[in-house]
């Protein structure tokens, strides 16, 4: 990379953290729940869409990603292997409900314009990246599906602390039960962190996880705190950092976006989020009577939101971190393993002959 290019990456990158941390501070002085996430979505995301070009390091994101493994897996306690046997009712209708909510969401896209590979990698909760990757090398247009996941979480992130904090159901957040403060930070303790991110990055990457650079410190920070060999906590200006990276991030997604790209990623998005909430909360609330659960906790785990982003609410709201952050990591593994099995699915009930299209297969682009 020529300076000038590193210069103007320097820029965009000072703009991003730049609109990320007057947004974080003015939704904190607000009380707002998740406040560093939020704010700085907010701020980046109107700042995109009026033209200007925010980023955020790739490393930087990846880095605070990893932070925030670590801090989710100190919520993990010694009861867990315990706990999961009575997860097991609400992870199994989770599985179902992911089955059934992409066919019904899919079919929804389809009506309103979309390919049939588009409109699948637009309703499959994955990954954004990954949907957007493989339904594009598939023939799909990674520009709408991308902007649907992006829309999607953003809707998600955005709603539900804001309906706890209207409802009044929010109470200052419990991040310090699974954080420190860095001036409590011993040196010994330092090297643990450090220790369990690189080690739980080459883990997470060597066997492939998805999300690796957020699973795979979780994991390993998880191992350590339910085996007892650990009790060492994140600071919690890491945890705060971890939140205006990622917020900043989500916001710069929507760089470059046009108007006339907008129309029909955003309606698609809207109208199907609202649909998945509407059944997440219907699941809730049926799972919570079922099995004595929290309710607050089934609706975290069944919100169609990312696994970092919605851990990260768990944690801003006092919700239960390690059950929300498992469902999600069981569910973006379901759909990476269902990728193509699903994908048949939806080529036989788009009248097609079952094939998975090639990557030079193309469709018309509905956003043009």
């Known amino acids: 990379m020529n300076l000038a290019a590193w210069l103007a990456d320097w820029r965009r990158w000072r703009l991003a953290l730049a609109l990320g941390l007057i947004g974080g501070a003015l939704f904190w002085e607000m009380t707002m729940p998740l406040a560093w996430l939020l704010g700085a979505m907010a701020a980046t995301t109107i700042a995109a869409l009026l033209g200007a070009r925010p980023a955020v390091p790739r490393r930087l994101n990846l880095g605070t990603q990893a932070i925030l493994g670590l801090v989710l897996g100190c919520a ?16 199994v209708t989770m599985c179902a409900y992911v089955a059934v909510t992409t066919y019904l ?7 309103l314009g979309m390919g049939p590979t588009t409109a699948y990698f637009s309703s499959a909760p994955g990954g954004l990246n990954l949907m957007a990757a493989v339904g594009g090398a598939l023939g799909g247009d990674d520009r709408v599906i991308s902007l649907v996941h992006a829309v999607r ?3 998600v992130v955005a709603s539900i602390p804001v309906w706890y904090r209207i409802t009044g159901a929010y109470v200052p957040a419990k991040v310090m039960d699974v954080s420190a403060r860095l001036a409590d930070l011993r040196g010994i303790d330092a090297a643990v962190l450090a220790g369990c991110a690189v080690a739980g990055l080459a883990l997470g990457r060597a066997i492939r996880l998805p999300a690796f650079w957020l699973t795979g410190p979780m994991l390993l920070s998880a191992a350590l705190h339910v085996a007892g060999l650990s009790q060492v906590r994140p600071p919690i200006e890491l945890v705060y950092l971890a939140q205006l990276v990622t917020g900043s991030a989500m916001g710069s997604r929507f760089v470059g976006t046009k108007a006339r790209h907008l129309l029909l990623p955003v309606t698609a998005s809207v109208t199907g989020t609202a649909a998945m909430l509407a059944g997440a909360f219907a699941c809730a609330r049926i799972l919570a009577v079922a099995t004595g659960l929290s309710p607050d906790a089934m ?9 970092a982003e919605m851990s990260l609410v768990a944690l801003a709201l006092g919700v239960d971190v390690a059950f929300v952050s498992t469902h999600h990591f069981v569910r973006v593994v379901l759909v990476v393993m269902l990728v193509p099995l699903i994908q048949r699915m939806a080529a036989r009930a788009a009248g097609q002959d079952g094939a998975l299209p090639t990557a030079s297969a193309t469709e018309p682009n509905p956003s043009a």
């Not at 993990?76 to 992870?91: C, E, P």
């Not at 969401?105 to 009506?111: D, S």
């Open 76 to 91: 993990f306690g010694s009861d867990f292997v315990a706990q999961v046997g009575r997860w097991s009712i609400s992870l």
């Open 299 to 307: 609706l975290l785990s069944f919100a169609p939101g990312g696994l």
């Open 105 to 111: 969401v899919m079919r929804w896209y389809r009506r």
């Open 153 to 155: 979480i953003l809707l």
